[in-house]
């Protein structure tokens, strides 16, 4: 079973009805944890947990004299769809750093603070690595002058905001997460179309991490107490190529016809930059911390995902 803390402890998880945040609150419960849940949707959170969480709609429903002994911050409206509009922008702001900022400002009035912010980020914190450049981007890399980047350090700065309260923080930047929810499914739809091929080129990077990995990360960082930012990716990076022929192969589909990048970006103009574009990360600080990934390799990562053993 994996161990979040030796004994009992209190969390406060915002997004906990999202794909990670489910998986998230279920290893929580099971390791014997009392889990408070902040959702717009409480009635259904209420039953998707079987009545074993404490559901709240807003920060404000929190009474200072409550304790919480860790808050897993992984609230934020879904970036990959509409088009990045001023409007849009805003509700991915108000989404991520407008909320993380209510939440620190419940640390400020609580009677008894936490003792760990953990707090969602993204690796496109790093922004756009140029085609052929194969350095490998680390905790020590910085952001860079585009929206996306913009986004997850604003989202990183709220969520720091905790520390001049006593509370240890760490930003945990989120490579895509594998699973059989999120994004898996529908890229591994072309796949078993038979038409998974390169896009756009194929030779962008693609940082991944398998949700168990990534749940586990987290615990790890829960008992460690540890601060500071963290990249969550596997530390096998590959291309765009590499990932759908590895793809194919796990679903024994043929490797298909390479797809153009441009109607990608006629139709998402710089959202297509998350498709097209991509960046080399490896998880540096969790590997020096003795993390150890149950799924280091692509391979293996997508077999579990798909239920499929080398041995089948």
Not at 15 to 34: E, K, N, P, S
Not at 71 to 80: E, P, Q, S, T
Not at 112 to 138: C, F, M, N, W
């Amino acid at each position: 079973m994996m161990k979040f803390a030796d004994s009992e402890r209190s969390f406060l998880v915002t997004g906990a009805t999202g794909f990670i945040g489910q998986i998230l609150v279920q290893a929580l419960l099971r390791d014997g944890h009392r889990v408070t849940v902040l959702t717009r949707q409480v009635p259904q959170a209420s039953a998707w947990f079987d009545g074993r969480v404490e559901c709240i709609a807003g920060m404000e429903q929190l009474p200072p004299s409550r304790r919480v002994d860790v808050i897993i911050n992984l609230a934020g409206a879904r970036i990959l769809g509409w088009r990045w509009s001023a409007a849009r922008r805003a509700v991915l702001r108000q989404s991520r750093i407008g909320l993380t900022n209510k939440v620190v400002q419940w640390i400020a009035s609580a009677e008894h603070k936490p003792a760990l912010l953990l707090s969602a980020s993204a690796i496109g914190y790093y922004g756009v690595q140029a085609r052929g450049d194969q350095t490998e981007l680390t905790e020590r890399h910085g952001p860079q002058p585009v929206f996306m980047s913009d986004l997850c350090r604003e989202w990183e700065a709220a969520a720091r905001g905790a520390e001049t309260h006593g509370v240890r923080v760490a930003c945990m930047r989120f490579g895509l997460v594998l699973g059989r929810q999120g994004a898996l499914p529908m890229m591994l739809l072309p796949v078993r179309l038979g038409l998974g091929g390169p896009l756009g080129g194929g030779t962008q990077w693609l940082s991944w991490i398998h949700v168990d990995d990534l749940i586990a990360g987290i615990a790890h960082l829960c008992r460690a107490q540890a601060g500071g930012s963290y990249n969550f990716t596997a530390p096998e990076c590959v291309s765009q190529a590499q990932f759908s022929r590895v793809a194919a192969s796990v679903l024994r589909r043929p490797y298909g016809l390479p797809t153009p990048g441009w109607p990608l970006r006629l139709a998402l103009g710089e959202q297509a930059d998350l498709l097209l574009e991509g960046q080399r990360v490896v998880p540096s600080r969790l590997l020096e911390s003795g993390f150890v990934f149950a799924y280091p390799g692509l391979c293996e990562a997508l077999q579990a995902c798909c239920d499929r053993s080398p041995n089948r």
